[in-house]
């Protein structure tokens, strides 16, 4: 059965591909010297050109702050777009990073942002006996879920809610019907009678590690000089409630800081998402 998210919450910024050879070496990369890759924006205006690793405004023309780029020129590259003194477009970039700037190696179309995380919203609940049906129907509208979301936040061991769609919309007005995930810490079906209170649509109680108050003062943390401390260059991030974890984008990541990161937060509460990632060489 096919379920379908009611909103996307994560951000993927980058693609891991193939290795892509140099042709654009603008200054001799030395043997050796590691290679990153990205698909990203690239912005160039009076500030100099960009890649914008950490997301970009919807404006025209786009903004976005972002790693500098030397090596960067136009007439290597098709598919940008100029307006107001600034040219942008999409795509992928190969190169060496200093810690401070990017230097092009090779650069040419987007590529496709792999789905690692495949269907996240569907519940992880196994499908009731009978199929996922109302007990309720007088209880289903967005009244009773919002009030069912006040509920669950009200607990304690809360980490989580989300819908999960069983068939694809029609349209926004007749969204279909969906079943309703809540996560707690601990035993979840020990606060089924309080969401049964509010909520008679189908429902999927499930435990994780993590309350949603752990990962929000985790992220809180990381945001407030936590991730530099750690040596990280963050540029975004993420309560993911389906994973259970903080999600963190940073422009590179050394795996070695993991050990670092669960000590500080907890294992595996923290999940690093590195913009730039080592093109592997064969």
């Known amino acids: 059965m096919r379920f379908l998210a009611l909103a996307i919450s994560t951000v993927a910024l980058t693609s891991c591909a193939d290795q892509t050879s140099g042709t654009n070496d603008p200054g001799g990369t030395p043997i050796g010297e590691p290679r990153y890759e990205a698909t990203t924006t690239v912005l160039e205006d009076a500030d100099g050109a960009r890649l914008c690793l950490g997301g970009v405004l919807d404006s025209l023309p786009p903004q976005c702050g972002g790693v500098p780029v030397l090596g960067w020129s136009w007439r290597d590259v098709d598919g940008e777009e100029s307006m107001s003194g600034a040219t942008w477009g999409d ?4 190169g060496t ?7 092009l190696v090779d650069a040419g179309p987007p590529q496709p942002y792999p789905d690692e995380d495949g269907d996240q919203f569907a519940p992880p609940c ?4 009978g199929g996922w049906v109302d ?8 009244d009773d879920r919002i009030a069912t979301m006040r509920v669950a936040e009200n607990i304690a061991s809360y980490a989580g809610i989300w819908i999960g769609y069983l068939e694809e919309p029609a349209d926004e007005q007749t969204p279909g019907e969906y079943v309703v995930t809540v ?9 089924e009678p309080a969401i049964r209170e509010v909520w008679g649509g189908p429902l999927c109680l499930t435990s994780v590690e993590h309350t949603f108050a752990e990962l929000r003062r985790a992220q809180r943390d990381l945001g407030n000089g936590g991730a530099e401390r750690l040596g990280l260059q963050m540029t975004w991030s993420d309560v993911n409630i389906m994973a259970n974890r903080v999600e963190l984008g940073a422009v590179v990541f050394d795996p070695t800081v993991q050990a670092a990161l669960d000590e500080e937060y907890g294992v595996g509460i923290v999940h690093v998402e590195p913009a730039l990632r080592p093109v592997t060489r064969s």
């Open 183 to 191: 996560a707690f810490t601990g035993d979840p079906s020990v606060h």
């Open 97 to 103: 990073y200093d810690g401070t700037t990017f230097t």
């Open 135 to 142: 007990v309720d129907p007088a209880m289903t509208g967005d």
């Open 91 to 94: 795509f992928h970039v190969v």
């Open 126 to 129: 196994p499908e009731p006996q």
